[in-house]
């Protein structure tokens, strides 16, 4: 089991910033890719960044890419969002999501093929 841990999340203006942090626990040594996910009021999931377990090129939502970072702290198990510029449409439950499957990059914008989530981390942008 691997399991995920969210926070982060918050009030914050239109053009601001958050950084969200997903701490990883259990057995990691299973995990071969972390996503970010998001999922808007009365909306459907939607996908926003996937990378490696080992690192490597992020893959990114074109609706967040250039505003959004992810990163990891691999001593702290901790894998990062910083958000910038955040718009209104950015307002959503954000959730840490892990695989364990070697072909993670095939499906990686697909939620369902995520083995693990985390209880998600509300952002909420005003204007």
């Known amino acids: 089991q691997v399991q995920l841990v969210e926070s982060g999340g918050g009030l914050v203006q239109s053009g601001g910033s958050l950084r969200l942090s997903c701490a990883v626990s259990g057995r990691t040594f299973r995990t071969t890719a972390m996503g970010w996910f998001r999922q808007p009021p009365g909306k459907e999931r939607e996908f926003v960044v996937a990378?490696?377990?080992?690192?490597?090129?992020?893959l990114y939502a074109d609706s967040v890419k250039g505003r959004f970072t992810i990163s990891r702290d691999n001593a702290k198990n901790t894998l990062y969002l910083q958000m910038n510029s955040l718009k209104l449409e950015d307002a959503a439950v954000y959730y840490c999501?892990?695989?364990?499957?070697?072909?993670?990059?095939?499906?990686?914008?697909?939620?369902?093929?995520?083995?693990?989530w985390g209880q998600g981390t509300q952002v909420t942008v005003s204007s």
């Open positions: 990378i490696s377990w080992q690192g490597g090129t992020p």
């Open positions: 999501a892990a695989r364990t499957d070697p072909y993670w990059s095939l499906s990686y914008r697909q939620g369902g093929r995520y083995d693990y």
